[in-house]
T-cell receptor, first 115, second 113 residues
Framework: EAGVTQSPTHLIKTRGQQATLRCSPI?????VYWYQQALGLGLQFLLW???????NRGNFPPRFSGRQFPNYSSELNVNALELEDSALYLC??????????????FGPGTRLTVL | AQSVSQHNHHVILSEAASLELGCNYS??????LFWYVQYPGQHLQLLLK??????LVKGIKGFEAEFIKSKFSFNLRKPSVQWSDTAEYFC???????????FGKGTTLSVSS
């Protein structure tokens, strides 16, 4: 069974640009989560999508946004990139029900570097 | 704000030594707890989880964790570590609203052969 996949593996952008990161969940999973893993800060929760709807967002500015498509894949968009946005962005998926019901399975991540 | 504390930032052990990594969370009530591991060059993988029932949870690769409600703790243990256990370990708890997973900052384990 294929796991969570993410693309691209690496992304290099300059300040002020926009970045788009993509995630495909495990087959049968309807929930997708996004996390930022910045150096020394651990994983910080960004967004949770389920059945195409945004269910929760973490303490990040509005320039971090995303969406979930009918096939349950998801996109994370980061506008007006800042240097501190450089991080590993992880996507996870779970069956429907949310974090208190189902285990999250993680993808390999997209390394975003902002110059 | 709800939080997870991992007390050890970096732990260095020799092979066959016993391991205990601390994890404390900041609120009471019903909790769902996880330990994830990130081996070098690999993605985050689930080691074990606690949702309810027996507070002593057994996971993969000989790891176990004990949920102690009175201490708000979920410490990870392994009786005898191997070189291949070298990795970063993350403790996580579902927030009280059940809408997000909150992670600790992680503990790097280095095992020398």
């Amino acid at each position: 069974e294929a796991g969570v996949t993410q693309s691209p593996t690496h992304l290099i952008k300059t300040r002020g640009q926009q970045a788009t990161l993509r995630c495909s969940p495990i087959s049968g999973h309807t929930s997708v989560y996004w996390y930022q893993q910045a150096l020394g800060l651990g994983l910080q929760f960004l967004l949770w999508y389920d059945e195409g709807e945004e269910r929760n967002r973490g303490n990040f500015p509005p320039r971090f946004s995303g969406r979930q498509f009918p096939n349950y894949s998801s996109e994370l968009n980061v506008n007006a990139l800042e240097l501190e946005d450089s991080a590993l962005y992880l996507c996870a998926s779970s069956a429907s029900g949310g974090p208190s019901t189902d285990t999250q399975y993680f993808g390999p991540g997209t390394r975003l570097t902002v110059l | 704000a709800q939080s997870v504390s991992q007390h050890n930032h970096h732990v260095i052990l020799s092979e066959a030594a016993s391991l205990e990594l601390g994890c404390n969370y900041s609120y009471g009530g019903t909790v769902n707890l996880f330990w994830y591991v990130q081996y070098p060059g690999q993605h985050l993988q689930l080691l074990l989880k606690y949702f309810s029932g027996d507070p002593l949870v057994k996971g993969i690769k000989g790891f176990e964790a004990e949920f102690i409600k009175s201490k708000f703790s979920f410490n990870l243990r392994k009786p005898s570590v191997q070189w291949s256990d070298t990795a970063e370990y993350f403790c996580a708890v579902v927030n009280q609203a059940g809408t997000a997973l909150i992670f600790g900052k992680g503990t790097t384990l280095s095992v020398s052969s």
